[in-house]
């Protein structure tokens, strides 16, 4: 039994989608004014970690995630660079699925553009005006959240704290102009030359949280099974996504909402943030890392713990990434001599080490138990593929269970094809200059197979071989 601990609860709660079989899930996307850091590459691994685990578990996923692409970081970008809003949001729109490509993100996902849905967002405001949760200040709307009965409940967070904390934060001019500290913007009045739209209340642009409500709305309908972000989302953000939401449709929002920890950079644990001068992007990482070492990193820490980035971690990373990875090279090479048949004790110990890995993941994503069911089956199946004796089809159940298991990570296992007869004449050349005792054009030719990426391995099953 799934179970997902809900932030509104505060408890794990059973899994029961709106629609048998269908997932309809909502995480919140980037601001796109600069490349993704890892502290949002950590969101989106976590959520697509998840989404592959509820298909894994046969259920389908609809999911969308947006692309916040007009606020003020957009407009200060744009002016800095001396150009468009627009162009800013496309370039980085485009790194962005670059990055996340690399990251091995799933790119079956929706993903709407806050500037693409400008009529939508207006029409939803007039609704939220018209029902008395919002009001018109001379060209700025803002919601009336006392209005809104359990406002500060996904926080939890009662309203006078929340007064009190409005009221250090908010400039003496917004303050003039709203009827109380916490009510919040759901439409921005334009600035001058700011790029902005016509609108009931004159020329201007929507306010952060209400391009979320709208879109969730538009793709998903008006109640969702799972909506997705970083833990500094909880408020005001998604409490505002919530309270605007259900103000407008009368219905719940979210039935389970999922938030995942920070990123801390080094062995101080220190949080990442740009003042503290520790910003890692993605796109600089990827440069000299693999993509698949990322994504390990990021996968198998439980989404609602803090992930530390450190040079060790990714070491770690890089290392268990190899094990997999090499268990599956042993697996796939034995094929080639293996017995027609089964082994009916093997697999059930397979299918043990399948149950042991459902039982971790369904127990709230525990990522860190159900990879290490991973790790299990990779021992196992270097154990398997070192025996004298091995079956064909038990050996393409344990290729098939290692890399259906590794794909819930995000982790791609590829087995190694030479088509070259070249390289295969050299392969065996090297084995009768072995046979021969002439080991130094033996050594010749393991040196120019590596000149040419690939790697031998000599083992008592025979020379085994991958692609560095």
Known sequence: ????????????????????????????????????????????????TVRRYLEYRGYKVKYVSNFTDVDDKMINAARENHTTVEAIADKYIKAFMQDTAALNISSDVIHPRATQNIPEIIDFVKKLV???????????????????????????????????????HVSSE??????????????????????????????????WHIECSVMSTKYLGKTIDIHGGGEDLIFPHHEN?????????????????????????GDDNEK???????????????KNLDGQVIRLLMSTTHYRRPIQYSDASVQEASSN?????????????????????????????????????????????????????????????NTYSERETVFKLSLQFIINTLRELSGVFGIKLEQTELKDDEIWALIHEREQARHDKDFIRSDEIREELKARGIVLEDTPQGTRFRKE
């Open 1 to 48: 039994m799934l179970q997902i601990f809900n932030t509104l609860t505060r408890k794990k709660e059973k899994f029961e989608p709106i629609t048998p079989g269908v997932v309809k899930m909502y995480v919140c996307g980037p601001t796109v004014y600069n490349y993704i850091h890892i502290g949002n590459a950590r969101s989106a691994i976590a959520f697509d």
């Open 130 to 168: 018209d029902k008395g949760y919002a009001y018109n200040v001379d060209g700025d709307v803002y919601f009336r959240a006392r209005k809104f009965p359990s406002y500060g409940a996904l926080p939890h967070i009662n309203v006078d704290q929340l007064e009190i904390g409005a009221s250090q």
């Open 174 to 207: 917004e303050m003039a102009k709203k009827e109380d500290p916490i009510d919040f913007a759901l439409w921005k009045k334009s600035k001058g030359d700011e790029i902005s739209w016509d609108s009931p209340w004159g020329k201007g642009r929507p306010g």
């Open 241 to 265: 996504e919530r309270a605007q939401s259900e103000a407008n449709t009368g219905q719940t929002f979210v039935n389970y909402w999922m938030h995942n920890g920070f990123v801390t950079i």
């Open 272 to 286: 990442m943030s740009k003042s503290l001068g520790n910003f890692i992007t993605v796109h600089d990482l990827l």
């Open 321 to 381: 990434l190899k094990k997999i990875q090499t268990a599956f090279n042993n697996l796939t090479y034995r094929l080639h001599n293996a017995d027609e048949g089964d082994d009916p004790k093997t697999d059930q110990e397979v299918r043990q080490i399948v149950a042991d890995f459902t039982d971790a993941m369904d127990d709230d994503f525990n990522v860190q138990n159900g990879i290490a069911a991973v790790y299990e089956l990779a021992k196992f199946a």
